[in-house]
């Protein structure tokens, strides 16, 4: 059997004051290929909630309850009596009655705490393994609910026990620490609670990823995940003026856009045949999508799960064209969204090195008005001495934490995170001892930053690794780690509990999971493209593993991985090889040098006046304007080949 979950809501209800009982009605004739039998039931709703049903119609005409709870009582999933089945060609249908008697101000249903919610998940079981999420929102049929049985906003009888619990709860018992972690110069670093959920995502949902730039979370708690499809970033995707390199006519033709449920299957998939090099993903509270393309020099706004049409509600930036004007980009990396979706940050990456702040109106019929509030940041240059408030060199993510009214950006290639308050200006710069030289993402959530770092150039240096940092003093409260250590991770989301985090990689083609939970078993390998894969449902490879969890006969459940081993060096090959290549770098940066100055019109000598030093100006790249740096044209990967005259000689850099 497949475990299952059928989310019926509503997405948009006005709610009037004073009125003792407004129902809000979803229905729908679910498609579903075979019987699922449902087993338990929750109901969410806020503070004006005071009962949600949910019925079946069959094909005969006969009505069934399946479910009627509290939504003010404790957020869990209550057994039934009895099963309840749904059959193909049943109608089921949910109300959500809202009481607002004693208050004045009128409410809606929406994505954020001040407004109403209308959710009924129905827990099931079925034979059909590819449906476990099933989802109906709104009215499919306007007239089926106004046939409701009686009594189906009739609120249930008092429960002292389940409100008291509801009021007051119980203290949690927090886990044993995790082991710690190896920092910079050999600093011993905290543990912490998160450990790898094993088995996810599923096989099938793994072979199908491409190179990972970015993930977030949607409103229900799923992992949406945007990859490259059969695209990587290599030496050959952007000319020297950063346009796009490759051909401009066919874009990826896999979906990019995939969303992945909690058992690791994919539930929606989009966004084949519009991409050309994806970078980030964000997800607002509305669900709706936000991504960056860095070959298109683009950010797109879609509706929730791509919408209906699949095509964007906003576009921003001018297609193929780089520029640092107010209608171009130039390879931007990342955006972060304001709780009431009202305001909205652009992080402009890789040539511009800029954030830039926008305000959005969404009118009625679904237009959108955008402003340019304000812009700060400018490029430092590589491996410059100077590294001020405003200097970023590459701003590869953003994340806001609104309680402390800041916005906080990953400076990649200065190792540090720089946070502003909402307007641009600068409060402080996170970079504790410890901290890795490289930082990709960056996350928030419950007064802490997330943060994954990159592979180092310098042989000696850590391993990439998860940090979380207390974003008022930003000391390392814990580290967090995967089994056999990250490789090339390039973004990470936190949900908003904090209780689980996503880690995507560049290479190998990995998306992790990590609960805060003790580990339960432990694996061998992640949930790799390809890969050999943990015990997942439905898995007949899956003996092994489920006599671990506690015999064959067992319910699936979600294994954890031990998570936090540490990697070094173990080849004395490797490390000589390391050593020695350090005075070749040297021999070959200054026949670098002496080769720009000897080549007319491609630079000259530095300015000995100047004050700040770099590696950009013996090889004749100003630090001003809208020239790239070398660590541009490569994000994360190590060793792929590049016909570029600097970076034939430079020392690897890494791919976005």
Same mark, same amino acid.
């Given at each position: 059997?497949? =475990?299952?979950?059928?989310?019926?809501?509503?997405?948009?209800?006005?709610?009037?004051?004073?009125?003792?009982?407004?129902?809000?009605?979803?229905?729908?004739?679910?498609?579903?290929?075979?019987?699922?039998?449902?087993?338990?039931?929750?109901?969410?709703?806020?503070?004006?909630?005071?009962?949600?049903?949910?019925?079946?119609?069959?094909?005969?005409?006969?009505?069934?309850?399946?479910?009627?709870?509290?939504?003010?009582?404790?957020?869990?999933?209550?057994?039934?009596?009895?099963?309840?089945?749904?059959?193909?060609?049943?109608?089921?249908?949910?109300?959500?009655?809202?009481?607002?008697?004693?208050?004045?101000?009128?409410?809606?249903?929406?994505?954020?705490?001040?407004?109403?919610?209308?959710?009924?998940?129905?827990?099931?079981?079925?034979?059909?393994?590819?449906?476990?999420?099933?989802?109906?929102?709104?009215?499919?049929?306007?007239?089926?609910?106004?046939?409701?049985?009686?009594?189906?906003?009739?609120?249930?009888?008092?429960?002292?026990?389940?409100?008291?619990?509801?009021?007051?709860?119980?203290?949690?018992?927090?886990?044993?620490?995790?082991?710690?972690? =190896?920092?910079?110069?050999?600093?011993?670093?905290?543990?912490?609670?998160?450990?790898?959920?094993?088995?996810?995502? =599923?096989?099938?949902?793994?072979?199908?990823?491409?190179?990972?730039?970015?993930?977030?979370?949607?409103?229900?708690?799923?992992?949406?995940?945007?990859?490259?499809?059969?695209?990587?970033?290599?030496?050959? %995707?952007?000319?020297?003026?950063?346009?796009?390199?490759?051909?401009?006519? %066919?874009?990826?033709?896999?979906?990019?856009?995939?969303?992945?449920?909690?058992?690791?299957?994919?539930?929606?998939?989009?966004?084949?045949?519009?991409?050309?090099?994806?970078?980030?993903?964000?997800?607002?509270?509305?669900?709706?999508?936000?991504?960056?393309?860095?070959?298109?020099?683009?950010?797109?706004?879609?509706?929730?799960?791509?919408?209906?049409?699949?095509?964007?509600?906003?576009?921003?930036?001018?297609?193929?064209?780089?520029?640092?004007?107010?209608?171009?980009?130039?390879?931007?990396?990342?955006?972060?969204?304001?709780?009431?979706?009202? %305001?909205?940050?652009?992080?402009?990456?890789?040539?511009?090195?800029?954030?830039?702040?926008?305000?959005?109106?969404? %009118?009625?019929?679904?237009?959108?008005?955008?402003?340019?509030?304000?812009?700060?940041?400018?490029?430092?240059?590589?491996?410059?001495?100077?590294?001020?408030?405003?200097?970023?060199?590459?701003?590869?993510?953003?994340?806001?934490?609104?309680?402390?009214?800041?916005?906080?950006?990953?400076?990649?290639?200065?190792?540090?995170?720089?946070?502003?308050?909402?307007?641009?200006?600068?409060?402080?710069?996170?970079?504790?001892?410890?901290?890795?030289?490289?930082?990709?993402?960056?996350?928030?959530?419950?007064?802490?930053?997330?943060?994954?770092?990159?592979?180092?150039?310098?042989?000696?240096?850590?391993?990439?690794?998860?940090?979380?940092?207390?974003?008022?003093?930003?000391?390392?409260?814990?580290?967090?780690?995967?089994?056999?250590?990250?490789?090339?991770?390039?973004?990470?989301?936190?949900?908003?509990?904090?209780?689980?985090?996503?880690?995507?990689?560049?290479?190998?083609?990995?998306?992790?999971?990590?609960?805060?939970?003790?580990?339960?078993?432990?694996?061998?390998?992640?949930?790799?493209?390809?890969?050999?894969?943990?015990?997942?449902?439905?898995?007949?490879?899956?003996?092994?593993?489920?006599?671990?969890?506690?015999?064959?006969?067992?319910?699936?459940?979600?294994?954890?991985?031990?998570?936090?081993?540490?990697?070094?060096?173990?080849?004395?090959?490797?490390?000589? =090889?390391?050593?020695?290549?350090?005075?070749?770098?040297?021999?070959?940066?200054?026949?670098?040098?002496?080769?720009?100055?000897?080549?007319?019109?491609?630079?000259?000598?530095?300015?000995?006046?100047?004050?700040?030093?770099?590696?950009?100006?013996?090889?004749?790249?100003?630090?001003?304007?809208?020239?790239?740096?070398?660590?541009?044209?490569?994000?994360?990967?190590?060793?792929?080949?590049?016909?570029?005259?600097?970076?034939?000689?430079?020392?690897?850099?890494?791919?976005?």
């Amino acid at each position: 059997y497949t =475990a299952g979950i059928f989310l019926l809501g509503r997405s948009n209800l006005y709610i009037p004051p004073n009125t003792p009982s407004t129902p809000g009605d979803a229905n729908c004739k679910p498609k579903i290929p075979s019987f699922i039998h449902v087993f338990a039931y929750r109901t969410h709703a806020h503070s004006y909630g005071n009962v949600i049903s949910g019925y079946k119609k069959s094909r005969n005409g006969d009505w069934k309850e399946i479910a009627k709870g509290n939504p003010q009582w404790p957020q869990a999933f209550y057994p039934m009596k009895d099963e309840v089945i749904i059959v193909p060609g049943d109608e089921v249908a949910a109300r959500c009655s809202y009481n607002t008697t004693g208050h004045d101000s009128a409410v809606r249903i929406g994505a954020t705490s001040g407004d109403e919610m209308c959710n009924l998940y129905l827990m099931y079981y079925t034979t059909s393994k590819d449906t476990d999420f099933v989802v109906c929102f709104d009215e499919e049929n306007s007239q089926l609910n106004q046939h409701l049985p009686e009594g189906n906003d009739v609120p249930l009888p008092p429960n002292p026990e389940l409100e008291h619990k509801a009021a007051h709860g119980s203290p949690p018992t927090a886990p044993e620490p995790e082991p710690e972690q =190896a920092g910079r110069g050999g600093k011993s670093l905290p543990g912490s609670h998160y450990s790898v959920v094993a088995g996810w995502p =599923a096989k099938e949902t793994a072979d199908q990823l491409g190179q990972l730039s970015g993930c977030a979370i949607d409103v229900y708690g799923n992992a949406v995940i945007f990859h490259r499809g059969d695209r990587t970033w290599n030496g050959n %995707t952007f000319k020297s003026d950063n346009t796009y390199g490759m051909d401009r006519n %066919t874009p990826i033709p896999q979906d990019t856009v995939l969303t992945v449920n909690s058992s690791g299957h994919i539930i929606n998939r989009w966004g084949k045949d519009f991409f050309f090099l994806p970078h980030m993903i964000t997800i607002d509270t509305q669900n709706n999508i936000w991504v960056t393309d860095v070959a298109l020099h683009q950010v797109f706004k879609f509706g929730p799960y791509g919408g209906s049409d699949k095509k964007p509600l906003l576009t921003l930036g001018t297609r193929f064209q780089p520029g640092s004007d107010d209608s171009h980009y130039c390879k931007p990396t990342s955006v972060a969204v304001s709780q009431d979706t009202k %305001t909205f940050y652009v992080a402009d990456g890789y040539c511009n090195s800029r954030v830039i702040k926008y305000s959005i109106t969404v %009118t009625s019929d679904g237009k959108h008005a955008v402003n340019k509030i304000t812009e700060w940041g400018k490029t430092a240059g590589v491996m410059s001495i100077k590294k001020g408030p405003y200097n970023f060199n590459i701003p590869h993510s953003l994340t806001l934490a609104e309680d402390k009214n800041l916005v906080c950006t990953a400076d990649r290639e200065n190792g540090r995170v720089l946070c502003f308050d909402t307007d641009g200006k600068f409060v402080r710069n996170l970079q504790p001892e410890g901290f890795g030289g490289r930082i990709f993402g960056i996350s928030y959530a419950k007064e802490q930053l997330y943060a994954v770092s990159g592979p180092e150039f310098n042989p000696f240096a850590p391993k990439p690794v998860g940090y979380i940092l207390d974003i008022e003093s930003g000391n390392i409260d814990g580290t967090f780690q995967v089994t056999g250590g990250l490789q090339n991770p390039h973004d990470v989301v936190v949900s908003p509990d904090a209780s689980t985090l996503y880690v995507v990689e560049l290479s190998p083609f990995v998306v992790w999971k990590l609960t805060n939970g003790q580990p339960q078993a432990a694996s061998n390998t992640p949930a790799a493209a390809g890969g050999k894969m943990a015990a997942v449902p439905g898995n007949p490879n899956n003996n092994n593993q489920q006599q671990q969890a506690g015999g064959a006969g067992s319910t699936p459940q979600q294994i954890l991985l031990n998570g936090a081993k540490k990697l070094v060096p173990t080849s004395s090959g490797v490390l000589w =090889a390391a050593v020695i290549s350090v005075p070749i770098t040297i021999l070959v940066s200054c026949c670098l040098a002496i080769r720009k100055c000897r080549k007319k019109g491609k630079g000259t000598m530095p300015d000995t006046n100047r004050k700040n030093w770099s590696l950009g100006d013996i090889l004749g790249r100003s630090k001003e304007g809208f020239q790239p740096l070398n660590t541009d044209e490569r994000d994360g990967i190590m060793g792929d080949d590049s016909d570029s005259e600097v970076e034939e000689f430079s020392v690897p850099a890494m791919h976005a």
